[in-house]
């Protein structure tokens, strides 16, 4: 064989020759001799044995194992069953479940307390605006109005309080039927 001083990138095409150089080329950097190599192949074939071997044995032992499920009664959904409880207090029992709970419970705790404060302060707030002197106000103004309108209408009976002119406005209007208009006006409730 000639060789070449090119380089890599050769502008000619592969010959025979080269392609049965490139074949002799061992990749593993060590030079196995036939015995070596014999002994590796029977090792090789004696594991894929063993292999199989175990494999059947596992086949036969799962098949032992159903069976013996079987006749206790374990079905699958048996196992689930079981599976999921076990699981449910694995993690019951775990620390962080335990932390993470009683963390949630304490939160609740102080959530439940701050709504009870907020509740009471919004009771407050609603009395002392109703003690306020323009609420009190308001509620003369509207006393008045519910007042004089009583009056133009013909009703009798005094004004009463805000609380008292409220319902009986909301009873009278529950009250109010189509046959009221056609009514004496002495007939007409209050």
Request: glycine share 4%.
């Amino acid at each position: 064989m000639e060789t070449r001083q090119q380089g890599f990138l050769d502008s000619e095409p592969l010959r025979e020759a080269d392609e049965d150089m490139a074949s002799d080329v061992n990749l593993n950097n060590s030079i196995m001799t036939e015995a070596e190599r014999e002994e590796i192949q029977q090792e090789l074939a004696k594991l894929e044995e063993e292999i199989s071997t175990l494999k059947q044995v596992l086949l036969s032992k799962e098949k032992q194992h159903a069976e013996l499920k079987q006749k206790l009664g374990a079905s699958s959904l048996y196992e689930l069953r079981n599976n999921l409880s076990r699981g449910w207090h694995d993690m019951q029992t775990s620390t962080a479940y335990k932390k993470t709970s009683e963390t949630l419970s304490t939160a609740g705790q102080k959530t439940s307390a701050a709504f009870s404060t907020l509740g009471s302060a919004i009771t407050r707030k609603f009395g002392d605006m109703r003690n306020s002197p323009s609420f009190k106000s308001f509620e003369e103004k509207v006393e008045t109005t519910v007042s004089t309108i009583k009056t133009k209408v013909g009703a009798t009976g005094t004004a009463g309080s805000f609380e008292e002119v409220l319902s009986s406005a909301a009873n009278a209007s529950s009250q109010d039927t189509p046959t009221n208009n056609l009514t004496d006006s002495s007939e007409r409730p209050c």
